[in-house]
């Protein structure tokens, strides 16, 4: 039986609530749970080709030929291309962003030597196996330290530094000389895998003079421009549908897939569909850089901060991707959310024959956080202050300094309340009774950390959103907006604030992200700027159409009267933009803030995490996380504590298990049987704390808040393992064997 839809809605009397502020499920959650959405790579086309990427099988050569012979022979395939097959066979502007395809030097295991395309995929994988290549092998740079060395093997013309960052607001050798407790931390953090549900791939196909392509992509944009250049054709005549995308986590922003696929339709003049396996992904997918990371923290004997200096040295694998910019927000944040008279930040990011560093969740945030939490924990042992004390005696406040660049910090910051609404969890409350109350081999502790990340890309980058607005003759309001969503439903919390600005119900909004052809640039689905960017530039949209219709009509409803009135005026189409807000400088000269990229606005997370560890076996139960977040106002609270527990999931996995580990330039992890994440069955109770606040310049008072949610996660653990244990990891993961170690006072050797 057919049911009539109901009536629309017009105003908001006609509305129970506001629809801001209430958890609502997501447009695409029963199709997400039944199975029944189709992503990227789920599409097919009658009579698409299959690709394969054949692999360089060593870390680092000169390649001498390769044989495409056997390849081309094997019956169903249509297409072998090598690098001079692209146009233009290059991802980037820079040497050291690679190449498409690889056809002078190997960087890495598993680098592309030629694309192939055939009828089926089984043909496709057996002609990639057949090509064959002639490599003359060359010395491998297989750390971060050794690439550095007078006479390393230098893996691109410009040498093996990929970027570097100092800034310093003082004389802080001088201050940590006359501090009372000087607190030295040397920490190394892992490589981690994005482990997304879904792998890289999709479709493309050929569209006259362009190519049309169907690819996971956090930065349509970016995709568009590479996919261009290498292609030698107008942007415009690039078209890329960027979901829906089972996950990602940053791995959908350097991505190189969209450009394999653009290049094998254009040559095929076919669709081509192409995804990677999982083994592929841990081979050559882009992962969380590894860092290296020496600082010391100066203390009054009341315990103010007095300086703080950090030095770290990156790996960002055989190509720059992100490498310098992840290293940009680790320096911003290398000071955490403290205030201090002075600082300084040194970083290197170099090139080596390892793993491909690139975006990932936090992006170079929960590294640094690392480093100067576990020295607070550290220096408030060594004090005798309670670590909750000794952070709220430094910590940031709204509208106060950066403790690095000197700039003021928005007044929505509340790293304060954020902290103290975690303390205020009977898990810290009664921490000291739970640790005495452990029983058998097991030793209890409950640790508490803080943390704070930039929202959007920072000043000095032009960060701008853009939105379009069309309304129907039925008052009916379609959008198209961005950042596109990559699984946390952007697009339903969208709706959401249109339908609050406009007065009207949900079911009379309609949103489109993720198309480039219909959505105008608006940046990236990164920097936890998608809700605040995103959803401002949809708030404002509305607002013009509200002013429009006034205009028109006198009215400042939205209904089919008053859209009809609007559309005969010809006046019914409007193209919103909302730019963020540049940082004060501070200390910074206006020429380099794209340097060092200042943020004005932050979320923060404090959690604690209650843990047991056993004396005997150095084996690790988290019992329980703990995780309060200021993000402002909560668009869709049920998707904040969502995104929350994934993110703490997340760090749960880097602190405790998740490391791709490499030697000699070849993995050891090569797929989930032998890197291990947490499964549900590893993942402890999860309470999450939502801060009440508001920022002045986001919609409806909302930040974004997905990425510092994986920050303090580590540190909180790290340091619930010195509360058990009395040791206080300066490395993770925090494995069962480094626990023995630690507990038995040996020292690791550093690589």
Known sequence: MTRAPAPLATTVQERSALIVGQSLPADDAWPIVTGALEFVTDRRVDGMLHAAIAHATVPHALIQSIDVT????????????????????????????????????????????????????????????????????????????SALEPGAPQLHDKGNVAGHLAFASGDVDAAIRGAYLTVERHVRTPVQEHVALETPGGIAMPDGVGVTVWCGSQFPG????????????????????????????????????????????????????????????????????????????????????????????VDTGPYTTSGPNVLKTSA??????????????DGTV????????????????????????????????????????????????????????????????????????????????????????????????????????????????????????????????????????????????????????????????????????????????????????????????????????????????????????????????????????????????????VTFAPHLVFGCSAQVARLEVNRYTGELHVCGIVCAIDCGTAINPAGVIGQAEGGVTQGLGYAVMEEHLIAGGRPLTKSLETYAIPTSRDVPPIETILVDGSEPTGPMGAKGMSEVVVVPTAPAIAAAVLDAAGVLPDRIPITPERMMRWMSGEQEAIA
């Open 350 to 593: 170099v090139y080596t024959n390892n793993a491909n560093g690139g975006a990932f969740r936090g992006y170079g945030v929960p590294q640094s956080a690392f480093a100067i939490e576990t020295a607070m924990t550290q220096a408030a042992a060594d004090l005798g202050i309670d670590p909750v004390e000794l952070r709220l005696m430094n910590i940031l406040r709204g509208g106060d300094e950066h403790a690095l660049y000197r700039h003021h910090v928005t007044t929505s910051l509340r790293a304060a309340e954020t902290l103290q609404a975690a303390a205020e969890h009977a898990w810290w409350r009664d921490r000291a009774a739970w640790r005495a109350a452990a029983t058998g081999p097991w030793l209890r502790g409950t640790g508490i950390a803080l943390a704070m990340k930039g929202v959007g890309l920072g000043s000095g980058k032009g960060d701008t959103s853009r939105a379009r607005l069309i309304v129907s003759r039925e008052g009916v309001v379609q959008i198209w907006a961005g950042p596109n969503h990559t699984g946390q439903s952007i697009d339903s919390s969208y709706r959401q604030v249109a339908a609050d600005t406009l007065g009207i119900p949900m079911d009379r909004i309609r949103m489109t992200v993720g198309d480039s052809q219909l959505v105008p640039e608006a940046g990236s689905t990164s920097s936890s700027r998608s809700m605040y960017a995103g959803g401002e530039v949809v708030r404002r949209a509305c607002v013009e159409l509200l002013d429009r219709i006034e205009t028109s009509t006198g009215t400042r409803v939205v209904d089919p009267s008053t859209c009809r009135a609007l559309i005969d005026s010809g006046d019914a189409e409007i193209l919103a933009e909302f730019r963020l807000p540049d940082s004060d400088l501070g200390m910074i000269p206006p020429g380099q803030l």
């Open 222 to 313: 970016v995709h568009r421009r590479k996919i261009a250049r290498a292609l030698n054709i107008d942007i415009a005549d690039v078209r890329l549908i960027s979901n829906p995308v089972g996950g990602a986590f940053g791995s959908r922003n350097d991505d190189p897939m969209p450009v394999y696929l653009a290049v094998l339709a254009w040559a095929t003049r076919r669709p081509v569909h192409l995804k990677m396996s999982r083994e592929d992904v841990m081979l050559i997918g882009q992962k969380r850089h590894p860092f290296d990371i020496t600082t010391r923290t100066g203390f009054s004997s009341d315990g103010r901060i007095v300086a703080s200096d950090m030095t770290a040295l």
């Open 332 to 345: 911003e944040l290398s000071v955490g959310p403290y205030r201090m008279p002075m600082a300084r930040f």
């Open 70 to 145: 056997a390849a081309r022979a094997v019956p169903g395939v249509v297409a072998v291309l090598l690098g001079g097959d692209v146009p233009v066979n290059a991802l980037g502007d820079d040497d050291g962003d690679g190449p498409v395809i690889v056809d002078t030097v190997v960087r890495q295991l598993g680098d592309p030597i030629a694309l192939v395309a055939a009828v089926d995929e089984a043909t496709a994988q057996a002609a990639a196996a057949a090509v064959t290549a002639a490599y003359l092998p060359l010395p491998i740079v297989d750390s971060a330290r």
